[in-house]
């Protein structure tokens, strides 16, 4: 139910040729070894900048959901300016050593390949992590055990491999980071760009919404004219079991900041332009129209060079606690539900 099918991924091939053409500029590592159909699949990591030292690590985070293709293609978009830059921009360079970025582009390769939201073994990754929800969710979308026939299905072996290696290097990552700021990239809700935080499986508030809400007055201050992200908890739209970040922020192995952000990109604006992409299962997540590709892998560049900005200028890491009590009840002033 709800698959396509490709014999390549474009995703996974233009990591492969950034890899190829940018050698010595980045370490890369497999997290995962996967094969389906024959073909050599890899959960790959790749890491610019500070290694030494525990400095602010900013992770990027794309293909959750193999449908949604063109998360990927935005981090992929941005990995690739960074790396094409970097020979010539002194300001990256001198970011770059006190800063360590991170880019896992593609979590789940085989839904790429096989076209469907879930991995090989009919599980969404994004309903996969220990985690339930303290509140009744909505059926099947919220995630359910039933089978794996339906969407939204959880599994019921524990975590998918896909899901444990990238916990599992959100968990290294935090103990070598001052703080970890996170972007995982999505699409397909509403006609809006909305940034998600936790949690999505409880209405309780967020014990790093303080933070959040200072970088988004940071964001909104900076940039003013680009202020079409609505940012909110998750739970403000649906709960749902198994979220790995609300896992994440909950697991966290250090007291250090970690603040998980989901990009999702409204991918009903772009059926709403071109209703013909209804009769694409493709079209229901990702811009068919070429135009408008290259608007939506521009459209997100300023909002990731702010997190980077900011994690050069330890901006979470200069936060106190007094500042930090006062932001927090700010921030749930401001998302205190009506």
Avoid at 196 to 206: C, E, G, N
Avoid at 215 to 239: E, M, N, T, V, W
Avoid at 263 to 292: C, D
């Amino acid at each position: 139910m709800g698959k396509f099918s490709f014999e390549h991924s474009f995703e996974i091939d233009t990591l492969k040729r950034l890899i190829a053409h940018h050698q010595g500029k980045f370490r890369h590592q497999s997290l995962l070894d996967l094969h389906y159909r024959g073909e050599s699949l890899s959960v790959t990591a790749i890491e610019l900048g500070q290694q030494d030292k525990p400095c602010p690590t900013v992770l990027f985070v794309g293909g959750v959901h193999g449908v949604e293709r063109i998360g990927a293609q935005v981090v992929l978009s941005f990995l690739g300016s960074l790396l094409n830059r970097l020979p010539w921009d002194r300001h990256l360079q001198a970011l770059l050593k006190e800063v360590r970025l991170s880019f896992v582009p593609v979590a789940n390769p085989v839904g790429f390949l096989q076209g469907s939201r879930s991995n090989g073994n009919h599980v969404d990754l994004m309903r996969n992590a220990p985690i339930d929800a303290e509140e009744k969710v909505t059926f099947l979308v919220g995630g359910h055990r039933l089978t794996n026939k339906l969407p939204w299905y959880r599994g019921k072996n524990g975590m998918e491999t896909e899901t444990k290696v990238l916990v599992d290097y959100v968990h290294e990552l935090q103990k070598t980071s001052t703080s970890v700021t996170a972007l995982d990239a999505h699409s397909g809700f509403g006609l809006a760009d909305h940034i998600w935080f936790p949690y999505a499986h409880t209405k309780k508030p967020f014990e790093g919404m303080g933070y959040i809400y200072h970088l988004k007055q940071l964001f909104d201050r900076g940039y003013p004219h680009h202020g079409h992200y609505k940012i909110a908890p998750q739970s403000h739209y649906y709960q749902t079991h198994g979220d790995i970040w609300d896992y994440l922020a909950k697991a966290n192995p250090s007291d250090r900041p970690f603040i998980p952000l989901t990009l999702e990109m409204g991918s009903w604006a772009w059926v709403k332009k071109n209703p013909r992409q209804i009769f694409n299962f493709s079209g229901y997540f990702n811009p068919q129209k070429t135009h408008r590709h290259h608007r939506i892998l521009r459209r997100h560049v300023v909002l990731m060079q702010f997190l980077i900005e900011a994690a050069y200028a330890n901006v979470l890491e200069n936060i106190d606690t007094e500042q930090l009590v006062r932001l927090q009840v700010d921030a749930e002033r401001h998302w205190a539900r009506k």
